[in-house]
Structure formats: structure tokens, C-alpha cells
């Protein structure tokens, strides 16, 4: 084992596992996991609850403070924090010490533990130095740049470096891969019908690649995608980056029913 090897495997990495990985597509908390622990890493998964995000975006201080304090307590003896989600990374990593601008020994511990939260593939890509990974997926894939990863954590190149070293993929570039699904977490509940409008343009580009799957690092956009193809009737998989790059894709693609399962 190499010096910076098994300097790794001293991180004790907590994952994030985010409120929609969990109640709706758990392999890709699985697939999280798995990639981490190749990379040499000790995985720990903290009881948990939301990041907060819905509360915050909505103005709801008191609740994202709770919610904020209680995050802070659970991963206090991590490394690192590691979310397969832009959006929630994103949260952790930049609003926390906002929340508590009035508390400055609180700010204090804020800013400290959002300084170690990161996205999967960013994690992987720029702490680890990770470049390749051992999976193999049959397929043309076209990646999706969720809004929050991008923006606020810059990951696009580290996604795309791991996936090109998946064999048998084959990876096309989106047009307008950097613009919204129309998600937006509480966005696509209030203003149902701009969300649609968006989606709908997103959905016209995914078809005009001409690939066979749909990969993004975040669930609700997956979900928002997949939902808005397949009422299309367009015969596009989606799937979460963090199953292809652990090679955990015998599940039903995002939005499939499973075997058995009335379609």
C-alpha cells in the first residue's frame, strides 16, 4: 500500500445520505458507499435527518437552524461529509454558517464543519485524486450540470473525468447542459407550470443527443427529468452518476417500475 493509500483509508467519511436518496433510491447511497470505500475510506452514516434546504429556501430560519445544529452534532467526528447531491453538498457546504451569523461561536463551529462537506464526485475527483474507477456500462449517456453543484461547488469536469473511465460508456455532450431542469426542490411545487415549460425544453435536448441514458449527480433533478421523458414516451434511462460509477446498475432505471411491478 502506497503512502498517500493509506493515508486515505485514515478518513473517516461521513455520508449524507439526503432525504430523496433515502425515502426514493437508496442504491445510489449504496453506490456512494461503495465508491468511497474503494478510494480507501472509512464510511460512517450518522443518524440524520434533512439539510435544512426546504426550510432555508422558504424563509423558515428557526427550523434550518434546528436542522442545521443537529447535522453539525451528528458528523462532529468526520473527516469529511460527502453528499451524491449538488444541492444538498451545496447547502452544507456554503449556507450553514450563514444561519448563524448572529452566534459567533457558532459561526465558528458552522463554518468548520462546512468547510469539510463536499459532493461525491468532487470528493473523489479533487481530495482523493481519484481518475478512474473499475465499472463497465454498455451504453451512450448524456450528463445533466444540476444547478447547485455547478454554481455553487463548481463540479462538471470531475463527473466526466470518472465517467470516461467506465467502460463501454460512451459520453455526448448535452446542449444547455448547464441550464435547469426546472426542478429546483420547493420551485417545482409553487410555479407547477413555468417547472413543466422548463422540463419540457430539457427533455427536447435529452432526446436530440440521441443517447440511450440520462446521468446527473442530483436525485430531483433525475426525477424531474425521468418523469417528464417518460410521460413523453421517450425511451430514455435515467440514472443517478453514482450507480454507473460503482457499477450498480441491475435496478430499474429512475422511474422504471420494478420486475413485477404494474408499468
Known sequence: MSESQAAKTQLRVGLFVTCLVDLFRPTVGFASVKLLEDAGCKVVVPAQTCCGQPA???????????????TIDAFAGCDYVVAPSGSCAGMLAKHYPDLFADEPDMAIKAAAFSAKCCELTSFLVDKLGVTSVAASYAGVAAYHDSCSGLRELGVRDQPRKLLASVEGLSLVELEEADVCCGFGGTF????????????????DKIVATGADTLLAGDLGCLMNMAGKLQRAGKLVK??????????????????????????
Not at 432555508?56 to 443537529?70: C, H, Y
Request: hydrophobic content about 40%.
Open 238 to 263: 435515467a440514472r443517478h452518476v453514482a450507480e454507473v460509477l460503482a457499477g450498480m446498475t441491475d435496478e430499474p432505471a429512475i422511474g422504471e417500475p420494478a420486475e413485477g411491478e404494474a408499468k
Open 56 to 70: 432555508f429556501n422558504s424563509g423558515d430560519r428557526a427550523d434550518a437552524q434546528a436542522i442545521a445544529r443537529r
Open 188 to 203: 417545482a411545487v409553487k410555479y407547477g407550470e413555468l417547472s413543466d415549460a422548463i422540463v419540457a425544453r430539457k427533455s
